[in-house]
């Protein structure tokens, strides 16, 4: 009997709303997920969770922004060779970079970007969004600061095409390279690879979000 009362009692308490965080990412409930990810000492998680509130939903993303970056440095201090947790700091930190004009505390936000951008590729050589991030890199510092701000634009077209070329079925690669051409001013390879972009079926509500930033940039294309 006290079995059955403490499946009932565990029963309940999933159909009452306890979602596990990748459930909570899926449906878009970005904070929900940040919470529930948090609690359950999911660091990664936790670290993608609050950035993709930073990015999508939040009116004052400074604190998600904060918030992912700090679940991301715990996320690499428990598993340093995990591609994809440099991958999702470098995010992170490049967004907080993004937001810091031209300030020597934005420079090296965006020099630690890059460092783990090149990190996760590094660890895991197959990864192409860390390969496309890395491309957008170069192609956003290039457009803000020029050389002094350590893009290449040259570098940022070859990775990008190797990027789409490597993973053209990927939303969230796609809409990285397209910005890249939107930053190098190639408007017919933005508008082509935006296209592509849209064109797929979005898994999960971050994809749809990026597709958004994909419509959005296509519309602003002469």
Known sequence: MRVLLLLGALLTSTAAGVMPAATLL?????AQAYDA??????????????LAEA??????PQVWLERAVTAGRAAIRTAPDDARAHLTLGTALCSQAARGGFTLGAYQLSRACRDEYERSLILNPGL?????????WHS????KAGVIGGGRPDTARTLAAH???????SVRVLVQVGLVAV???DDAWARSTFRQA???SPDGAQERDLQAVARAALARLP
């Open 55 to 60: 990015l999508y939903h939040a009116a004052d």
């Open 26 to 30: 899926a449906a878009g409930q970005y």
């Open 37 to 50: 990810a948090h609690a359950a000492g999911s660091d990664l998680a936790a670290s993608d969770a609050a």
């Open 140 to 143: 956003g510092a290039w457009v």
């Open 183 to 185: 930053d190098l001013r």
């Open 198 to 200: 849209l064109a797929l």
């Open 128 to 136: 192409t969004e860390a390969r496309a991030a890395l491309a957008r």
């Open 163 to 169: 990027a789409q070329a490597q993973a053209p079925d």
